[in-house]
């Protein structure tokens, strides 16, 4: 681990050996910060549990704590590093200050920052920095800005010029020169690694303490068992970011996080890896795994992502379940051909989706499918078709909706940045929930109201019971499965939010409001806040009943087991693709999608 973070040979060497080491008096602490983002009242949204961590948070705490341990400041320096991730935890901002101002040194880092969390990030600075507390901003929106255009931003240029320092690409390799020049005042305004991407191998654990890690819903912890991706989607910002060039940890280094995970009683994990079936060493790891589960009882739980050409890899499916894979996200995106052409989609092959999602059934995992609305072809029309196509001819379980949103860092908003062509000022909104361009066939308000009808066409009372007797028949878990359900249909309804950003019982602090909006006064906001939280416990009172109502009610037939529809059926093979599908699509299938079909990427 000491290569991954820079630390000298004869500093690791000295620590394995034992020599003493003089006790450490002048604290250095380090306070890191995922920031949330704003709802439309301008409040933080947080929650008293989140329901996904935060691998970014994981990993700058891994090097920093190995950092620490090394005593790369000196054995005079203590490096006290906390952790918190705004999603769950409403931040002390002044006790922070207190603590370092005490201190006489240390910085705030705000970490893993995306587009939509940018706004949050950038108050927060102004509130640190405004007592001189040193501030580094790094993630996703810095390092897409800085990959992808010419120039650096407004935004970005408003935190330097408040006096943050901006950190783009990986910190591995690289942290000890960093906090040394943080340590020493010395820090560059900015740190561009973009294009020197560390090696993965022997990489430093992405390990968080327990009390972090139990503020997330099922206490699932994470790591990225690899990065970067070798395809090209147009709307996506992990290639510009973490590289093309697929880099992958090793088997033991798996096994070294989730032993070190299981230490502190954490076995579940969601590996963050935006497509896990690309991953060269998938097998290896997941069979480390397994020898976990059934020779040594560790009881893993895995969150996987995939593509939709992950059953063609031999084995890939029946391992994952067996290595505790009980869920999968799936970037299904959409069906219309057009569309996923138009978005470099290529890797998507309609005419398989239903083999696949038969596949993941018969191993009794449940899917997530991601599926985006606003296309260049799209019409309210046709969305609404494929959304009925989806129900009736295909097995998934639970489907999400997502704007086509240019994410700063992607492709897309590349192109739309260059050619001058208007996107929403607003970086809060970019949270794949909202409307940020214009659409060519569309007006706002219709997109707008086309992504709330999606989510009440797929989640009708009708389909729900059908996603229900489809568990009941293939042995998924009831529970697992209407909770999933509940959720993911409540969440944008209820709560005003994607279901990835829903959390269990929502904060809203009076005094932690959007730069730039009043303070309520204490008279208007309390009552107006009572009466905000009795409802919206009232509207997810009453879904929970009606799911759990409908729930019973497929449970009590006799003949549940053997219930199965046109989605149920057993795949005709390529040469016989989705029925309503052909019929909408016919002219748009390719006429090769009868042949094997070849995926080198997947071996």
Known sequence: MGRAAGISSGTENALVAGEPQRVSQR?????????????????????????????????????????????????DTAIEIDAYD??????????????????????????????????????????????????VIGGFHVSGVISMLPKLTPELQEALD???????????????????????????????????????????????????????????????????????CSFCTIINVQGRKSRYRTADDIEGIVRANAKQDITRFFITDDNYARNKNWEPILDRLIELREKEGFKIRLLLQVDTLCHKIPGFIEKAARAGCTAVFIGLENINPQSLAGAKKRQNKIWEYQEMFHAWRKAKVMT???????????????????????????????LEFFYLTPLPGSEDHKVLHMKGIPVDPDLNKYDLEHACTAHPIMSKETWEQVYRDAWTRYY???????????????????????????????????????????????????????????????????????????????????????????????????????????AMDPPAGHNAPMSDFVKAYADKIPQTHGAPVRESALG
């Open 86 to 135: 705004e999603c769950n935890t409403v931040i002390d901002i002044k006790g922070i200050v207190r603590r370092i101002q005490k201190a006489g040194g240390g910085f705030v880092a705000l970490v893993g920052v995306q587009s939509n969390q940018y706004p949050r990030a950038l108050d927060l600075t102004r509130i640190f920095r405004k007592q001189n507390i040193p501030v």
């Open 162 to 232: 408040l006096g943050a320092v901006l950190y783009a690409g990986e910190s591995e390799g690289r942290m000890v020169e960093f906090l040394r020049d943080m340590a020493s005042g010395q820090a560059k305004p900015i740190y561009n690694h973009l294009k020197d991407t560390p090696d993965m191998t022997a990489a430093t654990f992405p390990v968080l303490p327990r009390k972090v890690v139990t503020r997330v819903a099922g206490h699932y912890a994470s790591f990225d068992a690899g990065r970067g991706c070798p395809f090209q």
């Open 368 to 398: 997530f499918a991601g599926y985006i609305l606003g296309f260049p072809t799209d019409t309210p029309e046709s969305i609404a078709r494929d959304i009925e196509i989806i129900k009736k001819e295909l097995p998934v379980d639970i």
């Open 460 to 566: 009708s009372d009708e389909h729900v019971e059908t996603i229900m007797r489809r568990a009941a028949a293939t042995g998924l878990n009831k529970t697992k499965v209407i909770d999933g359900i509940t959720l993911f249909s409540g969440s944008s309804r209820i709560e005003g939010v994607h279901p990835l950003q829903f959390g269990f019982v929502r904060r809203k602090i009076r005094t932690q409001r959007r730069y730039g909006l009043p303070i309520v006064n204490p008279l208007i906001f309390y009552p107006w806040r009572a009466y905000d939280f009795t409802r919206t416990a009232v509207r997810w009172i009453k879904l929970v009943r009606k799911y759990r109502a409908i729930m019973k009610k497929v449970y009590a037939d006799p003949d549940v087991t053997s219930y199965t529809d046109h």
């Open 27 to 75: 604290p250095y602490p380090i306070v890191l910060i995922k920031p949330s983002h704003y709802d439309s009242d301008g409040y933080v949204i947080q929650w008293w549990r989140s329901t996904i961590p935060s691998n970014s948070l994981a990993s700058v705490y891994g090097l920093l704590r190995e950092c620490a341990d090394a005593q790369v400041l000196g054995p």
